[in-house]
């Protein structure tokens, strides 16, 4: 009996380790052996060791029944446990050992949890009922009176609940007697009608509409609805009444009558179209404003009100997918159609319907609205053909075009870009830019100076032509000229670059310079070149023209003379163009020195 009794039965010592157990519990604590239970340790299980202790202290005080606690399986689950137990002598006669009985509640916890959770939820509910609310039990008394209901009547709940014998009618009416609630209970045929302007019942549920004027504010208008409550056998338990305050719903019906008298002035008065028209592939107009009658042409209401409503249409089939699509989707809302004026010409309006059904299920009627959108829808088209031709220019443009949000993520992202970087679009649409594209060390800069951006959409390269340094897909760093410049969106500063990869301009820049250097190096060498070959020439030459003019001062034949004077001219004439060579050899190398003489202006 013991092996086979589902109920865990069990001797362990004080220590906790297991003497015997029948298989429920090894089943129960997910053990396959009492070997393998007892490695681990009774004391192990508990998912709070402090219920150990509290179990032996009140074993030494004698049996214990129904002590719950919480054990940690084998696999890891928690449980719930009940456990029965006493405390018997060992071989020496010491009680040290546990006799007793474990079982698994965990369900039977959880669904003590659960009920009374639900009973909780209950309560919370009632209590925040926007409506009055209360409950009685069958014999009448109050067991639920929640905080609207408080308000309503000025009795608090303490007042009322647990009291029969009608108490719970005297805030009402001023007297001990049956109300909606008690008759819920109580099924009768003759109901106190004089109470009630309009009283119904459904089954259990009563509903009335009344008067009360015990409240103290008045006259009150008030709907009251009650349902019998009945337990699983279908007995009448109780019952709970709901009761709303509509004295202001009274106050506003002659209210809603004077707005609708004004909606309806409205609707005669505004530049859209409002219509009431049957149902059916043609359809009939039974109700249109001026404006419509406008829309289409036509002198009055009259006559507009005596074609069909398919002969607004372009194309007739058209309002039988209309039609098709209201019944489908219930409604429609901004739905385009194709329709023609008195004299034939087109236009474009935009509907929005609502049918109503009869009991058949077939539309009776639908009301809507039509607005005239030819202009709109020109303009749109107009719209798109310029979006289009700007994506052209963008999709077809050599430079980089990017777009980036307020928060820095990119937005747009043309085929050059992809080009450029590497990156194709959809790798890169709605990723950081600064983390995409710039060098790491370059980050924390750009950063910084964007959030300034996002806040002002300012900064120091917005607006100008600026050179910076970008990084490819392959992680390679390259020149990049960017132009910036800062857009306000819905509110929010987001920014657009052109971009240009100048890595060949740069190199042909690079090759420019060093050419330059080059040339003016050898300029340079010229010019040192010449200086010290002037230098090396006029040394000579002033031996020349000197010793020619000594030449001259000796007795010489005329003809001597005469080639003596044409050396020293000639010397001194070269003389003239070794200085010249040497002054521009000097001002090339910024060492050219100015004399101040005085001279004769007439000479």
Same mark, same amino acid.
């Given at each position: ?59 030494? #005080? ?25 405390? &018997? ?30 009973? #909780? ?5 009632? *209590? ?126 002659? &209210? ?72 489908? *989707? ?228 005329? #003809? ?42 007439? *000479?």
């Amino acid at each position: 009996f013991v092996r086979r009794c589902p109920l865990g039965i069990f001797r362990t010592n004080v220590e906790g380790r297991i003497i015997e157990a029948n298989p429920a519990v090894l089943q129960t604590l997910g053990f396959a052996s009492l070997d393998e239970a007892n490695a681990l340790g009774l004391e192990n299980l508990y998912v709070d060791p402090a219920d150990r202790r509290r179990l032996l202290a009140a074993l030494r #005080q004698g049996p214990v029944s129904g002590f719950m606690t919480r054990f940690r399986r084998a696999d890891g689950r928690i449980i719930d446990i009940s456990v029965g137990a006493s405390l &018997a002598p060992d071989e020496q006669g010491r009680p040290t050992i546990l006799e007793g009985t474990l079982e698994d509640v965990t369900a039977r916890k959880q669904a003590e949890r659960e009920v009374n959770e639900s009973r #909780q939820r209950l309560a919370d509910i009632l *209590q925040f009922l926007p409506d009055a609310t209360m409950v009685a039990d069958a014999d009448g008394r109050v067991t639920a009176w929640n905080r609207a209901m408080e308000e309503m009547t000025g009795v608090k709940a303490g007042d009322v609940l647990g009291k029969g014998n009608y108490e719970h009618a005297i805030p009402f009416y001023g007297e001990r007697r049956p109300v909606l609630l008690d008759l819920a209970m109580q099924p009768r045929e003759e109901l106190e009608k004089e109470k009630y302007s309009h009283l119904k019942r459904h089954g259990d549920t009563i509903s009335g509409e009344g008067k009360i004027t015990h409240l103290g504010a008045g006259d009150v208008y008030f709907v009251g609805n009650a349902a019998a409550l009945r337990d699983s056998t279908g007995n009448v338990t109780g019952a709970i009444e709901i009761v709303r305050d509509v004295t202001e719903r009274k106050r506003f019906e002659e &209210a809603l009558r004077r707005s609708e008298e004004q909606f309806r002035t409205l609707v005669e008065n505004v530049n859209i179209g409002v219509y009431r028209n049957t149902g059916g592939p043609n359809g009939r107009f039974l109700q249109v404003n001026p404006a419509l009658v406008r829309m289409f042409g036509y002198g009055s209401a009259e006559e507009f009100m005596k074609i069909s409503v398919a002969d607004t249409y372009q194309d007739p089939e058209e309002r039988k997918r209309f039609i098709a699509t209201v019944m489908a *989707q219930g409604h429609v809302r901004n739905y385009l159609l194709a329709l023609r004026r008195r004299d034939g010409s087109p236009f474009f309006a935009s509907c929005t319907a609502t049918p109503h059904y009869n009991e058949k299920g077939e539309i009776e009627w639908l009301d809507g609205v039509i607005e005239d959108v030819t202009e709109r829808r020109r303009v749109e088209e107009a719209v798109r053909e310029s979006e289009a031709r700007l994506r052209t220019i963008t999709d077809t443009a050599k430079d980089a075009i990017i777009m980036v949000d307020n928060d820095g993520r990119i937005s747009y992202w043309n085929p050059a870009a992809e080009g450029i970087f590497g990156h194709p679009a959809s790798e890169v649409m709605g990723h950081d830019l600064h983390l995409v594209l710039a060098p790491e060390r370059y980050r924390e800069a750009y950063l910084k100076g964007f959030s300034r951006f996002r806040e002002t959409g300012e900064g120091p390269a917005i607006g100008k032509v600026v050179e910076l340094e970008g990084r490819r897909r392959d992680g390679s760093e390259f020149p990049l000229e960017i132009a910036l410049s800062a857009i306000r969106l819905q509110g929010k500063w987001q920014a657009v670059a052109v971009l240009r990869d100048i890595s060949a301009r740069k190199a042909v820049e690079g090759d420019l310079k060093r050419a330059k250097e080059a040339a003016e190096a050898a300029n340079r060498a010229k010019s040192a070149f010449l200086a010290m070959m002037s230098h090396e020439i006029r040394t000579p030459m002033n031996a020349i023209i000197g010793m020619s003019g000594l030449l001259l001062d000796s007795p010489m034949t005329p #003809q001597q003379r005469d080639f003596t004077r044409t050396i020293r001219n000639s010397g001194e004439a070269l003389l003239t163009i070794i200085n010249d060579i040497l002054d521009f050899s000097k001002i090339e190398a910024g060492k050219m020195e100015l004399e101040s003489r005085g001279f004769d202006l007439r *000479q």
